[in-house]
């Protein structure tokens, strides 16, 4: 599967953003979709997932509460609505699609499709 990132950009502290992330093939449902980020000089973190069977939802507890993640199936795309943004959540933002164990999902090891970035900056 190949994935397209987009929807990042500049905004201010406590502004909203949404990225989506648009996914090629039909075997969009049998993925685990997650966003990861990563700022320079840093490991790649984990933001979100949306399970692939499931669609249950994951989050790292820095964006719990702030961030949204959300799949359709259709139009196979998942998005990661971001309110609240703070000058922390500035980093260049992925997502990934793949199959990864329940122990693993949180791990860049778990997804074997990445897309190529967005930036997105917080201003405060």
């Known amino acids: 599967v190949q994935l397209q990132a987009s929807g990042g950009g500049l905004v201010q502290a406590g502004d909203s953003l949404r990225l989506s992330c648009a996914a090629s093939?039909?075997?969009?449902?049998?993925?685990?979709m997650s966003w990861f980020r990563q700022v320079p000089g840093k490991e790649r973190e984990f933001v979100a997932a949306s399970w692939r069977s499931t669609g249950k939802t994951y989050y790292a507890d820095s964006v719990k509460g702030r961030f949204t993640i959300s799949r359709d199936v259709a139009k196979n795309t998942v998005d990661l609505q971001m309110a609240n943004l703070k000058p922390e959540d500035t980093a260049v933002y992925y997502c990934a699609a793949g199959s990864p164990i329940l122990s693993s999902f949180r791990q860049e090891v778990g997804y074997a499709n990445w897309g190529p970035g967005t930036q997105v900056t917080v201003s405060s």
């Open positions: 093939g039909r075997t969009f449902s049998w993925y685990t």
